[in-house]
Nanobody, 124 residues
Framework: QVQVAESGGGLVQAGGSLRLSCTAS????????MGWFRQAPGKEREGISC????????VYADSVKGRFTISRDNAKNTLYLQMTSLKPEDTAKYYC?????????????????WGQGTQVTVSS
């Protein structure tokens, strides 16, 4: 089981940028495909991006494609999400977790406990 701690969220104006970080511990970080998820108030948590262990493959939800970039540094046990051209509808709490991809859907894989998340608020 990978324990995670997300950081980097904040308040930003529409069109702005943020970079989220996720620091992992507890198990071999480089053994897992990792991803980012978000949950807005009153909505279900959605998977928005997933990256393979060696960064060879990256998948994005349509809602963030072309604006967000996922990356990882296995030497630092850290996952990143660079967010640009932010929109008010990107407002949510963002989480990282082990992920898998089924068709076009990014899913959490074997997650029994989520991190505390990091809040992103985009003002119009």
């Amino acid at each position: 089981q990978v324990q995670v701690a997300e950081s980097g969220g904040g308040l930003v104006q529409a069109g702005g940028s943020l970079r989220l970080s996720c620091t992992a511990s507890g198990s071999a970080f480089d053994a897992f495909t990792m991803g980012w998820f978000r949950q807005a108030p009153g909505k279900e948590r959605e998977g928005i991006s997933c990256i393979t262990r060696n960064s060879a493959s990256k998948v994005y939800a349509d809602s963030v494609k072309g604006r967000f970039t996922i990356s990882r540094d296995n030497a630092k046990n850290t996952l990143y999400l660079q967010m640009t051209s932010l929109k008010p509808e990107d407002t949510a709490k963002y989480y990282c977790a082990v992920c898998s991809v089924l068709g076009d859907t990014i899913r959490a894989a074997g997650v029994t406990r989520w991190g505390q998340g990091t809040q992103v608020t985009v003002s119009s």
